[in-house]
């Protein structure tokens, strides 16, 4: 493999310290200059990427209408840079009009096959794998592109111009722990909460171990993923936003910090105290145990806020304490079989949906208070 290099007229723009180059590519050179970062994780379980995986369809909907004889495809990419560019500047006036500067680009790319390609696509991956099979090979392609190897730039930026047409909710949580500058509050409320899903997931103390299914999660391990990540999130949000949340305590919004150890152990103490209470229904598919889907995980999330102001986290006898609370309501719970009387459903007739995940949570709420009421 030789390295050698694609030439290309371009601007340069400053629009801070990041330098922008804005240029074309022949369709059948965007092959050779960038990559799809697919987002999985590695075997530390270290998050990998932050692409989501390839939509066939669209890409052949593309791919159609590139290979026709009229083409308009103003559509362009946006691409991660390697530092090793070089862009020279014309000579001469008016190469500079303040805005811009006219000039030559230079991308590194590596001849032979199986050799890595210099950039990363951060926006454009589905127009990206339609113009690598399009067999109009020479069709100008726009390209904005910005010079960075760090993730978190390239992550943050992912997010930003994914934006008008929504990414999937799991990818964007999952991203989320990566990223230090966060493109909008909404965003930054979930941010804490995947964090704390992901150390959950990642725990080996953690009743959740490898059972949590996150945008990441390998093929050959979704059938060992029961729960939905984005269920487990809002249900953490919920109790670390809201002032009467159990978790609310461990930030100090003034100092901007978080005693995620505190949290750490919460959790763990109450959610170990779910698995042992219900043992029949924890680790199973969501169809064969409500309590793994999201209606169960955010209901006996907000009973967490009520069990566990009862409950010394930092006692010999903690785990003791959250088992008998939270065996106040065993009895009227039915996760796998059954009729939840109070509600009038059968088990497998409860949805992940905001009316049922109100009314098992009311539900819950109402019986461990008269439970524990009636053992005074």
């Not at 362009?76 to 530092?83: E, F, S, T």
């Not at 100008?140 to 992550?155: H, N, W």
């Not at 999937?168 to 909008?184: D, K, N």
Request: hydrophobic letters at 40%.
């Amino acid at each position: 493999m030789t390295q050698e290099w694609i030439e290309r007229r371009a601007l340069r723009v400053l629009q801070g310290e990041i330098p922008l180059y804005l240029f074309t590519l022949a369709a059948e050179e965007v092959d050779q200059v960038a990559d799809v970062a697919r987002i999985s994780r590695d075997k530390a379980g270290k998050l990998i990427g932050y692409q989501r995986p390839e939509k066939r369809k669209h890409v052949n909907q593309i791919q159609e209408y590139l290979d026709g004889d009229d083409v308009l495809f103003p559509n362009g990419l946006i691409l991660a840079l390697p530092p090793e560019v070089r862009f020279k500047s014309s000579r001469g006036p008016g190469v500079n009009d303040g805005l811009a500067v006219a000039g030559t680009l230079e991308i590194p790319i590596v001849n032979g096959e199986g050799g890595p390609r210099p950039a990363w696509i951060v926006d454009g991956q589905q127009r990206s794998l339609a113009l690598a099979r399009t067999r109009n090979r020479r069709l100008p392609v726009p390209v904005a592109g910005f010079v960075t190897e760090d993730l978190e730039i390239q992550r943050e930026q992912f997010l930003r111009v994914n934006t008008v047409q929504p990414l999937p909710v799991g990818l964007v949580t999952e991203l989320l722990p990566e990223i230090a500058r966060v493109p909008s509050a909404r965003m930054s409320t979930r941010q804490l909460p995947s964090a704390l899903v992901d150390m959950l997931n990642m725990d080996p103390e953690s009743p959740f171990y490898g059972l949590i299914r996150r945008a990441s999660t390998a093929a050959e391990d979704r059938p060992n993923a029961m729960v939905t990540d984005t269920g487990l999130v809002e249900a953490l949000r919920e109790s670390v936003e809201s002032p009467s949340g159990v978790l609310f305590p461990y930030r100090n919004i003034a100092a901007g910090t978080t005693d995620t150890e505190g949290i750490r152990r919460t959790l763990l103490v109450y959610w170990k105290a779910v698995k042992e209470t219900f043992p029949s229904a924890w680790g199973k598919s969501p169809s064969e145990s409500r309590l793994m889907g999201g209606v169960g995980i955010r209901a006996m999330g907000r009973l967490m806020e009520r069990v566990m102001a009862h409950v010394d986290v930092n006692s010999e006898d903690a785990a003791a304490q959250a088992r008998l609370e939270i065996g106040r309501i065993a009895s009227q719970c039915h996760w796998t079989s059954g009729t939840w009387t109070d509600l009038g459903l059968p088990w497998n007739e409860l949805q992940n949906t905001p009316r049922h995940i109100s009314a098992l949570s009311n539900f819950l709420a109402r019986a461990y208070l008269a439970e524990r009421s009636a053992a005074r």
